[in-house]
C-alpha cells in the first residue's frame, strides 16, 4: 500500500506542469460558492434526545442546498430520530473553503460548550484543491480528532470520507483526473489514520455520484444528494451504536 500510496504521489506531480493553465483558468473564472441559508442550529424527533455537532467544510456549510436543515447535518439528524426514535438537537459549524488545519484552528474554538453524543465532521476536498502536503494533512487530522476529542470525551465521531473529485463536473478533464488522484490520497490517508481510533467512525465515499447529483455549480451536492449522503451516514451511526450495545450486553 505505502509503494502503492508513493507511486501515486510520483504521478500526481509529474502531470503538475500539463495541468496547471487550466488550474489557474478555472480559479479565476469558477463561480463563488454560498453556505445555505437558514439558522445553524435545530431539533426534531420526541423523546430521550441526543446531541448532533457538526464541523468542517462547505458540506458543514450546506453548499448546494437552500437552508442548513436540508443539507447533511439537519437530513443526518432528521434520520437518527427516526431510526433511533429519540430526539436530536443539532448544530452545525461550518465554513466555505477551510482546510483540515483551518477548522482545526478556527472552527473547533467556535463549538459550543456543551458536549456532543455524534459528531460529524468533512474534510479533505479543500486540502485537495489547495494542494496541501500530505503530511500537512495527516497530522492536522490527527489534532483535529484530539480536539474534538477532548471537547466530547464520550462523543462518537463520524469522519466523511474524502469525496472523489474525479466526478466533479465543474473540473475540466484533465484537471478532473488530476484532482481526483490527489483526492484518492488524502481519501486513504484519512481511512488508515482513523483506522484504529475508538470512537471514531470513517464513512468513504466510494461510489462515483452522477452529474445530476450535484448543484447548479457541479462542485456542491444537490440536496437530492444530502438526502442519501445523510442516509448513509445514518446507516453507520446506527449500526456502531447497535455493535456497541451488542458488545455491552
Known amino acids: 500500500m505505502n509503494l502503492c500510496l508513493t507511486f501515486q504521489k510520483a504521478l500526481f506531480w509529474g502531470c503538475l506542469p500539463m495541468?496547471?493553465?487550466?488550474?489557474?483558468?478555472?480559479?479565476?473564472?469558477?463561480p463563488r460558492f454560498s453556505a445555505a441559508k437558514?439558522?445553524?442550529?435545530?431539533?426534531?424527533?420526541?423523546?430521550?434526545?441526543i446531541r448532533l455537532l457538526a464541523v468542517g467544510d462547505s458540506i458543514i456549510a450546506g453548499?448546494?442546498?437552500?437552508t442548513i436543515a436540508q443539507a447533511l447535518v439537519g437530513r443526518t439528524a432528521e434520520y437518527l430520530a427516526r431510526d433511533l426514535a429519540c430526539s436530536v438537537k443539532w448544530e452545525a459549524v461550518g465554513k466555505i473553503?477551510?482546510?483540515c488545519g483551518q477548522i482545526q484552528k478556527k472552527l473547533v474554538?467556535?463549538?459550543?460548550?456543551?458536549?456532543?453524543?455524534?459528531?460529524?465532521?468533512?474534510s479533505g476536498v479543500n486540502d485537495t484543491i489547495s494542494l496541501s502536503r500530505t503530511s500537512e494533512f495527516k497530522n492536522s487530522l490527527?489534532?483535529?480528532i484530539q480536539s474534538l476529542k477532548a471537547h466530547s470525551p464520550q462523543a462518537?465521531?463520524?469522519?466523511?470520507?474524502?469525496?472523489p473529485l474525479n466526478a466533479f463536473p465543474l473540473l475540466p478533464q484533465p484537471l478532473r483526473a488530476w484532482f481526483g488522484l490527489r483526492s484518492s490520497i488524502l481519501d486513504t490517508i484519512a481511512r488508515k489514520e482513523v483506522r484504529y481510533l475508538d470512537p471514531v467512525v470513517y464513512v468513504p465515499l466510494d461510489v462515483?455520484?452522477?452529474?445530476?447529483?450535484?448543484?447548479?455549480?457541479?462542485?456542491?451536492?444537490?440536496?437530492?444528494?444530502?438526502?442519501?449522503?445523510?442516509?448513509?451516514?445514518?446507516?453507520?451511526?446506527?449500526?456502531?451504536l447497535k455493535r456497541k450495545k451488542q458488545e455491552c450486553d
Not at 474554538?109 to 468533512?122: C, G, K, N, Y
Not at 462518537?156 to 469525496?163: E, Q
Open 156 to 163: 462518537l465521531i463520524v469522519m466523511a470520507g474524502v469525496p
Open 63 to 66: 453548499a448546494g442546498a437552500q
Open 38 to 49: 437558514g439558522p445553524a442550529t435545530g431539533m426534531i424527533g420526541s423523546g430521550d434526545g
Open 142 to 144: 490527527s489534532l483535529l
Open 208 to 240: 462515483i455520484p452522477e452529474p445530476d447529483k450535484f448543484s447548479k455549480d457541479g462542485f456542491h451536492p444537490s440536496q437530492e444528494s444530502y438526502k442519501e449522503f445523510a442516509q448513509i451516514m445514518t446507516a453507520a451511526i446506527v449500526q456502531h
Open 97 to 99: 473553503g477551510v482546510t
Open 109 to 122: 474554538p467556535q463549538l459550543p460548550r456543551t458536549p456532543a453524543d455524534i459528531i460529524l465532521v468533512s
Open 19 to 30: 495541468v496547471l493553465p487550466q488550474a489557474v483558468k478555472l480559479r479565476k473564472t469558477a
